[in-house]
Each structure stands twice: as structure tokens, then as C-alpha cells.
């Protein structure tokens, strides 16, 4: 089999038109994948840095902006939540701490009646869930250090 010896480099003019119909199809995929619905429950936690956690058991309940209450990834009523957290309380081998994962707009009053909750249920320890804050300050710009 015989090869050529001579290749050259293509000094030609490219086409945009191949370019372009890559650009315009990725385009569409992200348009359409913004329109994708995605299951569940829209809750926005607050941000916030430098709280402390937990180390001890936690039992987990989502409150969504309108005051509608989670617990294992369903919807729940405040009296079966009362007698699922009384179950798992009595199931603990030590004290358990309710991590209370609220929306922002979620008011105080639906926060209190979740404490009071866990209260009657025998879990005395609650958290607040919160996220991070995007971006952390670690690099400081401060303009007397500049050389």
C-alpha cells in the first residue's frame, strides 16, 4: 500500500456554517433543558455561614413556603407528624436533634409550632438548615497591601 509523501496543511477558508449549526443545536438543547420540570418541592433555605451542626442523631422535617409540613419525603399533618416523631424519639438510642429545613419565607410562627412539636414528641434539640453563602470572603482586598 502506497502512501503519499507529500501531505500539506489545509491553508484554505473554513466554513462557519458547520460552526454555527453546532452553535445554534447547543443553544437549543439549553433552551430546552431550562423547560425540563424537575419533582418535588421547591424549598429555598436561607444563607448563612459559620453556624455550628450536629453530631448527634438528627430527624429531618421540610416546611415549604406555605407552611405545609415533610417529613420522609411526603406530605404530613401536625398530628401524624407528632406521633411519627414520638416513635422516633422513643426509637433512639440517645437524644435526638430535629433539623428543621424551612424556606425563607417560611413565618415564625409556623417555625414555633414545629419546636412545640418536637417538644410534646421528646425532641428537645433544634437546628435550622441553611446553605453556605456562595462566596467566601478569603481573599481580602485590601488596597494598603497592593505593592
Do not use: W
Not at 22 to 49: Q, S, Y
Not at 71 to 91: Q, V, W
Request: charged residues 20%; aromatic residues 6%.
Amino acid at each position: 500500500m502506497k502512501f503519499p509523501r507529500n501531505a500539506r496543511i489545509f491553508r484554505g477558508q473554513l466554513d462557519a456554517a458547520p460552526f454555527a449549526s453546532v452553535f445554534f443545536l447547543l443553544v437549543i438543547f439549553v433552551m430546552l433543558g431550562t423547560l425540563v420540570h424537575t419533582p418535588g418541592v421547591r424549598i429555598v433555605l436561607p444563607r448563612a455561614d459559620d453556624l455550628p451542626g450536629t453530631d448527634a442523631p438528627t430527624v429531618a422535617v421540610a416546611v415549604d413556603a406555605n407552611g405545609r409540613l415533610y417529613f420522609e419525603n411526603r406530605a404530613i399533618d401536625r398530628d401524624a407528624l407528632l406521633s411519627r416523631l414520638r416513635d422516633a424519639a422513643k426509637g433512639s438510642a440517645g437524644p435526638l436533634t430535629l433539623l428543621v429545613q424551612a424556606d425563607k419565607a417560611v413565618t415564625e410562627d409556623s417555625l414555633v409550632g414545629v419546636a412545640l412539636l418536637a417538644r410534646n414528641a421528646g425532641i428537645h434539640d433544634l437546628l435550622l438548615a441553611t446553605l453556605p453563602p456562595i462566596f467566601t470572603n478569603s481573599v481580602s482586598l485590601d488596597s494598603s497591601r497592593v505593592p
